[in-house]
C-alpha cells in the first residue's frame, strides 16, 4: 500500500506539496507508510478501532433512538510543522486574551461600545448575551477559562479562524484519546517525528482553575456539572473528571446551604471551589435563568456573585460565540491590545447590514452562509454544494431575519489522506486547538482535534453529521 | 463520594452479585434434574417460589416446566430479577459510573449482558448452552470481583461495593435453604440416596460449599448443612460470615462512628453467631429465614437513608 496513486488534486494538501513530493513535516510518515507490508495499517487500523469500542468512546446521536455511536477515527496522523505552528498559538493566545477583556467590557463599562466600534443592538442580540451578568466580576476577570476555536487552512495554507467556542466547547477528550491511540498504534514514527506532547492538558486545566479558585490551590475542590449520561457528550464530561480528579456532578447532587454551593456526599455536605459547567447557561440555575430546569442548582449564580465559587466557563461566555460578533474579532484585538491580529478571520459579510445582504442574496452559489448562532453545523448552506432549490429556500429564510446570517467565501479547505478501504484519498479537515486562560497564563493545546470531513468532497466535519477525527501532530522536525 | 454514586455502586454490586448465584442455582439444578429421568413440573417450580414471584410467572406462562422456568430466570424481561433484567439495569449503572470503574469492568458487564440476548421461551437453548451459560456468568463475576479487589483503592466506593455483594450473597444464600421447603418429593424413592439429600448436595455445590462440607463433615446431615451455610464463621459464602464483612465495610466507611445500619448489622451477627441449627430446625427453618429476610432488608434500607438519601440535607 503507497501512496503512488494519491493526488492532492488543487487543493492544499497537508501531506504533499503539488508536485507529489511529501512535506518536510510528512516525508517520514510517507516513507514509513510506504514501506509497511501489505495489510498492515489497516490492520492498526482496526486495533484502533477495536480499541475505541472497547473503551466505550461513544458520541450520541441527537434523535430519538437511543443511540450511541464510536465517533469514526483515521489512523493516517495530521502533521503540521513546528515552525508553521508557533505564530497560529501565539494568534490563539492574543485572541482570547482579547476576547476575555471585551466580553469583560460589555458586561461592565462598555467602553466599545462608547467607542461605537460595535453597535449595541448587535451585542445585545446576541443569543450568548446575558443581561444577569451586567456587572459581574470574574476572578481575574477571566470569563472564558477554556475555549475550543476552529482553524482550517486555505488553499494557500495560510490559516484562518473559522469560528470560535466559548461556551461549552467539546471535543478534547477525544484528542487526548486519539493520542493514545496513536502511540500504541505507530509508536516507531511518533517518536521520530518529535512530536509536541499533549499528555498534561488535563494537568494544566486543574492548573489554571485553581489559580482562580476562591480558596487556596491546596485545597481548592472541582466538580464537572454534567446534564448526565443521556447527554452526547457524557463520556468526555466522565473522562475529564476521572483525568482532573475532579467530582462529576449533576444538578440533582447540589445544593446550596445559604454561602456555599456543596455537594451531597455519603458523609455530608461537601463545598465545591470551582466548578467547570457542561450546561448551557440558562439551565445553570432556576432561580435566574429558566425557571423549568432541573440540570442546575438554586442558588449557584447567588454564590457566583459573592464570589464563593467559580464558574467556568462563566455564565454569559456565549455572547462571543456568536457568529457576527465573530467578524468583530480583528477590531476587537486592535481596540484592546493595540495589536494588529495574528491570526486572521475568515473574511466576513453582515446580512444585518443591507449592502452585505444585498451581496449574499445576489451570490449565494458562492458563498457559505451561516446562521449566527447553530452548532453542530446545521442550519449552514454551502452555495457550491447546493441545489437551486435548496438556494430559493435559503435566500426566503435569509430574507426574514437578516440580523441572524453571515456569509463568507467558501475556501478550499486543506486536505489531508484518509485511509479509505484500501486506498488513499484527500479529505477536508479542520482543526480545535483548545485554550486554557487564567489571565496571568494562557496554554494553548499544541494540535488539537483534526476533524475529518469523510464524505467525498464534503467539508462538512461535525462528528453529529458523519464526521470523523485524526490524531494531529506539532512536530518539531 | 456522592451519594447517589454511591448508591449506584452499591446497586450494581448487588445486581452483579444476584445475577451469579442466579447461574448458580440455575446451574445446579439444572444438573440435579438430569439424575432424575422424568422431567417433573414440581423440580421446577421451586426455584420461582424461593423468589416469591409463582403468580406473577403464572401469568407468563401456561405451564411450568423446565423451558418456562428457565426463560423466566434468564431471558424474561418482565421478571425484574431475571439474568437479562439484572444485567440490563447493571450496564445502565455501570454507564453513570464512568469516571469511576475501570474500563475492563464495564467491558466485563457489556460481556456479561451478551451472554444472554433476548429469546423467546420456546427459544430456551439447551443444557448444554444453559451450562456455558451459567459457567460464562460465574467466570465473569469472578474476574469482576478479582478486579476490585486487585484494583480498586480501599474508599467508600470499595466498601459501598463490599456492602452490596455481601448484603446481596446472605440473602440470596438463604433463599437457597429455602429450595428444600418448597420442593415437593416425587412418589418414588431413589433407592439408597434419599432424594432430600441429593437436593441438599445441590445446594452445597451451587454455593460451591460441597468440597469444604465432605472435608468436615463425611455425610449428608441437614443439621450440619445448616450451620455451615447459616452460621459457620469461616466460610466465605456462609450467611453470618457475609453479614461480618458487610459489617466491616460500614465501619470503614463511618470511621468508626456507629451508625444506624451498623447497630443493626451487629446485633444480627450476634443473633446468627448464638444460635443452633437444632433450634432453627425446631422453630422452623422457613420462618427463620423469612425473618432473616425482612431483617436483611431493612438493613438495605436503612444504608439508604443513612448515607445516600437526597432528602437528608
Redesign the interface.
Known sequence: MNFNNYSPENYFDEYFLENNIPRKEASLLVKTINSLDEGDLKKRQEASEVSIR???ITFKLNDNIDHERTIPFDIIPRVISGKEWDPVEKGLAQRIKAINLFIDDIYNDQEIIKDNLIPSEIIKSSKGYRSECEGLKPPNKVWAHVTGTDIIRNNDGTFYVLEDNLCVPSGVSYALINRQLMKRNFPEVFQRSNVRQIIDYPDKFVKTLNELSPVDKSYSTTAILTP??YNSA??E???L??QMGA????G??L?YDGKYVC???????QRIDVIYRRIDDTFLDPDVFNPLSMLGCSGLIKAYKENKITIANAPGTGVADDKVIYSFIPKIIKYYLGEEPILKNVPTKLCWNNDDLEYTLDNLKELVVKPASECGGYGILIGPNSTSDEINKFSKLLKKNPRNYISQPTLKFSRVPVLINNNFEGRHVDLRPFILYSGSNCHVLPGGLTRVALKEGSLVVNSSQGGGTKDTWIADI | MLGRVADNIFWLSRYIERVSNTARLIEASSYLNLDFKINHEEQWVPLIEISGNLNEFKNNYDCCSRDEVLHWLIYNENYQDSLRSCLIKARDLAASLREYLSVEIFQEINNLLSLVPKKHFNQVPSYHYIFEICEGVKRSNMLISGIMIKNMERGIGFNFWGIGEFLERSDNTSRLLNVNYFYLLPEVEYIGTSVEDLQWSAILQSIDAREAYYRRFSIIDAKNIIKMIINDESFPRSIYFCLISAKKCIFEITQNQLSSPYLKLNLLCEDLKNISSEKIIESGLHEFIDNLQIKINDINLDIFQTFCDPRHY
Do not use: I, P, S
Not at chain 1, 467530582?247 to 449533576?250: A, I, N, P, T, Y
Open positions: 472497547n473503551m466505550g448526565g449520561r457524557y463520556f464530561h466522565a473522562f473528571a476521572q467530582m462529576l456532578v449533576e440533582q447532587d445544593v455537594a451531597r456526599t455519603v458523609k455530608g455536605l
